[in-house]
């Protein structure tokens, strides 16, 4: 009987094994799309639902009143209770109403643009991935590679869409590269994260004048992003002698670790380079 | 309580967790796995095939949350997972200890194997930020974590074992 046991657990830890190998090896073909998409379809309003109810652990100053002995003071402790669940509701929608006007205030300096508000409801579970999950999703007229911002800069760039939800990359992944331009000396080079929360401006020539505390832009080179969206300050520069570039480490006006509202521009195509990059090949003699 | 109706309760409400509210809670750079460890402790605790598919639903639940290779946590946690199954519960009970150095060996295994993917995916790390700043915060932080899970594990284990009768 134990034997039989031991010999189909195998069996089964053998085929689970099998089954992972293969969803990893399909990676984002047909079957294992599906299958993740309809896994996030019916997470995402519990997600919603969690995120919400913990909203307040955000927030500083929002824990209730410990539990009264006296039936006098039980009463009153109800009462302080009641007024600071009123004081943190307000608070909130306080905090969101300035979230909005920024977003408010960003939307109308760059008019060009069609802005879809959505709400940060989870991250990513990988230390090691930069990834943030917003509730809207194809529904909502979201598609891949759509720019995402807050009030203070660049957040990411869309990368999955569901019909409900959707997965940011951020720009501190070291996966992202942002074209970006020095506001005050025109100098390009490439952002791209360097762990978590951090970000180094690279591929700047060496003789090109960078300060700390000089403001990014985005550039638009390459058409993944638009232009002049802000992207971060200065903080250090790094410039050897002996090499070809210099590099600065960038601070972002954005605290990532508590993004909670994002704008997704809807109406930017990002432009295909690939085929004029392509290298020419000579035409046979 | 079964194991399965027990593992659809607690493994997507380890998920949302994970995702929604861990990141959000003071010190971010300390993010325990939570999911490995309630996973881990299940079949540190358990010998049997619901730990296996426990950690196959959890991977997948995680692989969801994630915007990395689909498949990637499902495979680190399922072989770390295996491992630990198939050393078997009799033998982790022997020293208080064990389970412990399993957590430290199973953290470090789950850790190296969804970092190997990424970077055979094609993803950039840091390999020394991410031994410094990840693995070894998660070693220490999903072992604390562990000495609540595995004694709470191997009670709810026992109070569902049937008893084994020999004839």
Redesign the interface.
Known sequence: MRRFSFL???S??VL??A??????????RAG??A??AA??RV?TP??QL??QQ?RP??QPGSSGAPAPVLTQVAELQARVSSLQGEVTRLRESESQRLLLAQLLKLARANPEYRYLAAQV?????????Q?V?VDRGRSDGLLPDMPVLAADGLVGIV??VTASAA?V?LITD??LVVNVRVQRSRVEGQLRG???GSLRLDFVPLQAELAAGDQLVTSGVGGKFPPNLQAGTITSVRRRDYDVFQEADVQSAINF??LELVLIITNFTPLDLAPLLATPVPAPP | MTPLLLGIGLLPLAALLQSSVLPHLPFPALRPDLMLVIVLAWNLARSHSDGLLWAFAGGLLLDTFSGGPFGAMLLALFVVSLAANFIGAPLWNVNPLLPLLGTVAGVVMYHAIYAGVLVLWGWHLDWRTAATGVVLPAVLLDTALMLLAYPLARRIARSIALPQVSL
């Open positions: 189909g657990r195998f089964l830890g689970l094994l089954v992972a190998v293969l969803l990893l090896a399909l990676g984002q294992a799309d299958l993740r896994l996030t997470l519990l997600q969690v995120a913990t652990l955000r409801i989870g991250r990513d579970v990988s230390p090691y991935l990834y999950l990368t999955e997965k990359l070291p996966t360097s762990g978590p670790a508590n």
